[in-house]
C-alpha cells in the first residue's frame, strides 16, 4: 500500500529549489569550500550561546561567518543576510556574481 504525503513532498520541494538557489549562488569552488567550514561553524556558535560562556559561541558565530564573508568576496556577490538588509533597506544587491550568470544570447542566430 503507498502511502502519500502531501506536505512531505511540497517540504522536499521547497529544498531542492533552496538548494538550487544555494548552488547557484556559490560556484566558485573556493567559496563553497568556506561556506561548507563556515556554516556549520557558526551554527555551532549559536548552539553555544546557550551552553557555553557568551563569548565562545559569539567567537565561534564570527568564526563561522568570516570564511563565508571572504568566500563571497572570491565570488563577487552578497551574503544572503546582507542581501535581504540591502533589498529592507532599497539598495542595490548582487545575488549572482555577473562572471557566474548565464549568458543571455540577444537573437536566435546566436543559439547555432
Not at 55 to 71: D, E, R
Request: aromatic share 12%.
Amino acid at each position: 500500500m503507498r502511502y502519500r504525503f502531501p506536505i512531505a513532498r511540497k517540504l522536499l520541494a521547497l529544498a531542492g529549489r533552496a538548494r538550487r538557489n544555494w548552488l547557484v549562488r556559490h560556484r566558485t569552488r573556493a567559496n563553497f569550500w568556506l561556506h561548507i567550514f563556515g556554516i556549520p561553524m557558526a551554527f555551532a556558535g549559536v548552539a553555544m550561546l546557550f551552553v557555553a560562556p557568551w563569548y565562545w559561541g559569539v567567537g565561534a558565530i564570527v568564526l563561522g561567518y568570516l570564511p563565508q564573508w571572504v568566500g563571497h568576496q572570491f565570488e563577487g556577490n552578497d551574503m544572503g543576510e546582507l542581501i535581504l538588509v540591502k533589498r529592507l533597506l532599497g539598495l542595490p544587491v548582487v545575488t549572482v556574481a555577473p562572471q557566474c550568470e548565464p549568458r543571455v544570447l540577444e537573437s536566435p542566430a546566436e543559439n547555432v
